[in-house]
DNA sequence: GTATCTTGTTCGTTTATCGAACTAAATCGC
DNA sequence: GCGATTTAGTTCGATAAACGAACAAGATAC
C-alpha cells in the first residue's frame, strides 16, 4: 500500500524483472548457502532454465561460486552455490571522541585487520591519516583491487545521501564533507552514516539474530543516547536526517539540563556518563559532570565491573540506569510498536540488571499484552556493532532490493 | 535500500514490468489530469507506443476515460486524459462513541449522500443495522454495480490485514471481525482501520496540501489522542497493530492517571476531555472528569467556540492544550523527524492560539534548524478526516505501487 | 541392465519494452 | 492556397525477458 512517488519513480525497463530475480536470488543464496539451482527454482517458483542463466549471469560477475556436490537419497547430485565473501573487501572506520578504529573485513563480516589510533579533530588532519592507513592496510594485505568500498560510522548527525556530516558535537564537526574528501584520498567509494542508525543496519544486514525481523528499533547506549528506527527492511532516516533522536525526548519536566539544550532527555538519565554520575554519587548534570568524571578516571565499563563484582553502589546505579531505559524503551513501544527492540552497549555487560528493570518499566506501560511482550535483547559491545555497522554501509547496496516504482 | 523479506517476496513475472508501468502511468494521470499521451511518454520517458497501449488497456477496464481536444501553438491536438472516479463509488463508515456516519462518495472523495445515526455497541446489531443502511443507500443512488467497496475506520486498535477489531475501549469491544461479517450481509469487499492511521491514509492519497510529503504524522486530537505514521509514502501499522500511540507516552511523571492505567501520558494533558476538563477548572483526571464533563454539557466545541469570542478562561485552556500538544509534537519530531505534522480536531477551531503554543515548544526543543521549522498543518473538523479516510481505504488500493521484490 | 528420479541445460513460445516509421491534424511561411 | 513544419498518436519489426517443454547428465533401486 506504498504511494508510488510521482515526482520521483523508476519506471520498468526491459531488464527490471530480471534485476529482481537477480536480486531476490542473491539474497536466497545469501541466507540458504549452499544451495542448489534447482532448490532455487522450487523457493522462486520459477523454471530451472530462468534459474540457470540467472547464476550464469552472478557466476561471471564473481558475486556467487560453485561449490561441491552433495549427496542426494536419488537422482543427480546438484552443484551447491555460495556467495563470494572472501574475495569481496571492505574497510570499516569507527570514529569516535576517544579513538578511531579502522578495520578491514570481508562482505560477510569476517576481520582480517584492526587498527586503532587517536582520534584527531582537525577533518582535513583526519582524513589525511586515515588515506594513509587505509591506503598502507590495503597494500599489506594486498587487497587492493578486491575493496568494495569504505564504510564510516560517525558520532553525530549525517545526510547520508551527500556523504556530509552536519554536526558531530563530540568531534566538533560543522557540515564536513567527509565522503568527497576521503573518496578523492583513496580512490574506492564511500559510505558514511551516524552511529546507531549504521548499528541498526548491521543488525538488518550481518546478524542471525534479526532472524527474518523487518522491524526493530537499535537503541544504542553510549556517550550519547540513540537509535537506528528500522521500518520494513529500511532505516528511517527522516526528512533532514535526525529521525531516531529518542534520547532527547524529555522523561522528566524537571530532570538536569542536556547537553543538547532541552531538560530532562532520556539521554540525560542513561548515557554513560549518567551512570558513571550515579556510581559516583554525582548530581545529574552531563554538562558540569563530564570534566568531573574525566578527573575521577571511572568509566562505564568500571562501574559494569563493579556492578558483576557484587559492589552495591554499582548494582544500584546500573540498576537506575535500567529502570530510565525501561521508560526509553516504553516510548519506542507505544510510538513504534517494533517487532523486536536491541539495546547496545557498555550498559549489556550488567543485562541481568538492565533487563528484569526494563521489563519491568515496559509491562507496567503497555496498551496491550501483545506490546508489552516486545522482546528486548542486548547486544555486547564485544560484537564491536559499530564496525559491522560500517561493514553493512558497503554490504547492504550490494544485496538490498532494486528501487521499482 | 530495502532489504529483501526472504520468507514473503514477490518475484517478478513476465507482466511485472507492465503492472509496474502501469501504475505509474495511472498516478500521473491522477495529478496531472487532464494529461495527454504524449506527455505521458515524455514524463516516463517512454515511448509513445508503450503509452498508448498502456492507455488502451485503462480504457477498456474503464480506470481512465478520455476528455476534450485541446488547444496547442502547434501540431495535432491531443486528447486528454482523466481519471474515471464518477463511476466508481464507495461507502464509508465512521464509527464513534457518539454516532456513526455513513457516506455513499466516490473514489476521488466527492460525498453523494450522508446519514448519521445513534451508534449501537452490540456488534452483531451494529453490522445489521450497518448492511441495512448500505444496502438501502446503493439501492436509491443506484450505485449496486458501480460500489468499489466498503471503508470503515474505527475508534480502537484494528488488525487491517484480517479486518478484525482488537480492542476499541469506547465501545467496549474485544476481538470482533468485523470484515466477515460485514462483507458476507452486504457482498461488498470491506476494508477496516484505526481512525488516526487512516487519517493518514487519507492525507496521502486525497489531500492537495499533501503536494507530494511522502513522510509525515497525523496527529489526531479527539477524544483520544493518536497519531498515523507515514514514512516513504505508507502507513505504519507496527508488528501487533499499535504503533503511533504517541499519545500514551508521559509527558509528567507525575501527572494524572489516564485511562490507558499509566500515569501523565500526553493524552490525558491534550484529548477533547482534558481541554474541557482545563476550561471547567476541574483536575486532571480523565476517569473521574468523564461523568461531571457529560453532566456539564460543555463540549470542545462549545471551549473553542468561546475562545474565539474571546473568553478568557477559554482561551487559557485551549493555549494550555496546544503547549501540552506542543509537547508531544516535540516527540514526534525527535523520534521522526517528519516532513511534516497534520493535526486533525476540533481543537484546530483555535488554530491561531494552538499554533503558537506548538510552535514555540517545537523551536525550544528541536536538536536542528531544520527540525524546528517542521511544519505544522491544521486539518479543520469539518474537512471529515475520518470518512476521508475510509474513503481512502478503498481508494488506496487501487493506486497504490505494485508490491515486488 | 533397465527403470526411475533429480539436477541442470537448451530451445521454441509468449509477452513485454524499444525504437523507427507512419498517419493524423494542427499552424506557419510565403 | 499550399507545401513545410510541428506535435499527437498508432503500427510494426527488433530485442529481451519469462515461460514451459524437451532433453541430457548423473545418480539409485530392483
Tied chains: 1, 2.
Excluded at 38 to 66: K, P, Q, S, W
Excluded at 215 to 225: A, K, M, N, Q, R
Excluded at 360 to 381: C, G, N
Amino acid at each position: 500500500m506504498r504511494k508510488i512517488d510521482t515526482r520521483d519513480f523508476r519506471r520498468a525497463t526491459r531488464s527490471t524483472s530480471r534485476q529482481i530475480n537477480r536480486q531476490i536470488l542473491l539474497n536466497l543464496v545469501r541466507e540458504h548457502q549452499p544451495i542448489s539451482r534447482a532448490d532455487l527454482a522450487r523457493r522462486m517458483t520459477l523454471g530451472r532454465g530462468v534459474v540457470t542463466t540467472l547464476v550464469n549471469e552472478l557466476l561471471e560477475e564473481g558475486v556467487l561460486y560453485e561449490g561441491a556436490l552433495v549427496e542426494l537419497p536419488r537422482g543427480r547430485r546438484p552443484k551447491m552455490l555460495h556467495v563470494e565473501t572472501r574475495d569481496r573487501l571492505v574497510v570499516a572506520i569507527d570514529l569516535r571522541f576517544s579513538r578511531t578504529d579502522v578495520l578491514l573485513a570481508d562482505l560477510g563480516g569476517k576481520q582480517i585487520a584492526l587498527e586503532r589510533f587517536a582520534t584527531r579533530f582537525g577533518p582535513e588532519e583526519l582524513l589525511d591519516e586515515l588515506a594513509v592507513r587505509v591506503r598502507r592496510l590495503l597494500r599489506t594485505h594486498a587487497a587492493r583491487g578486491r575493496c568494495q568500498g569504505i564504510g564510516m560510522v560517525i558520532p553525530g548527525m549525517v545526510d547520508r545521501a551527500s556523504g556530509r556530516v552536519l554536526n558531530a558535537p563530540q568531534l566538533g564537526w560543522r557540515d564536513v564533507q567527509v565522503r568527497a574528501g576521503l573518496a578523492a584520498r583513496t580512490g574506492l567509494a564511500v559510505h558514511v552514516e551516524n552511529a546507531p542508525a549504521a548499528c541498526a543496519l548491521a543488525h538488518i544486514w550481518l546478524s542471525e539474530r534479526a532472524n527474518g525481523i523487518r522491524d526493530f528499533v537499535y537503541l544504542s547506549v553510549s556517550d550519547g543516547v540513540g537509535t537506528g528506527v528500522v521500518v520494513n527492511g529500511e532505516v528511517v532516516r527522516g526528512h533532514a536526517h535526525t529521525a531516531g533522536e529518542f534520547g532527547h525526548i524529555p522523561i522528566r519536566a524537571e530532570g538536569p539540563i542536556c547537553l543538547c539544550g532541552s531538560q530532562g532527555c532520556l539521554e540525560a538519565y542513561t548515557s554513560n556518563l549518567a551512570t558513571v554520575a550515579r556510581y559516583l554519587g554525582h548530581e545529574l548534570s552531563p554538562a558540569i559532570a563530564r570534566e568531573l568524571l574525566q578527573q575521577s578516571g571511572v568509566t562505564v565499563d568500571d562501574v559494569v565491573r563493579r556492578a558483576g563484582e557484587g559492589d552495591e553502589r554499582a548494582r544500584a546505579a546500573v540498576a537506575d540506569t535500567g529502570r530510565y531505559l525501561g521508560i526509553g524503551v516504553s516510548m519506542i513501544v507505544q510510538a513504534l510498536n517494533p517487532a523486536q527492540i536491541v539495546v547496545g552497549g557498555e550498559i549489556t555487560g550488567a543485562w541481568d540488571l538492565v533487563e528484569p528493570a526494563i521489563r519491568a518499566e515496559v509491562a507496567r506501560r503497555a496498551l496491550t499484552p501483545r506490546a508489552a511482550e516486545t522482546p528486548v535483547i542486548p547486544e555486547p559491545a564485544g560484537h564491536m556493532p559499530r564496525l559491522r555497522g560500517a561493514i553493512a554501509l558497503v554490504a547492504a547496496p550490494v544485496y538490498a532490493a532494486p528501487q521499482v516504482g
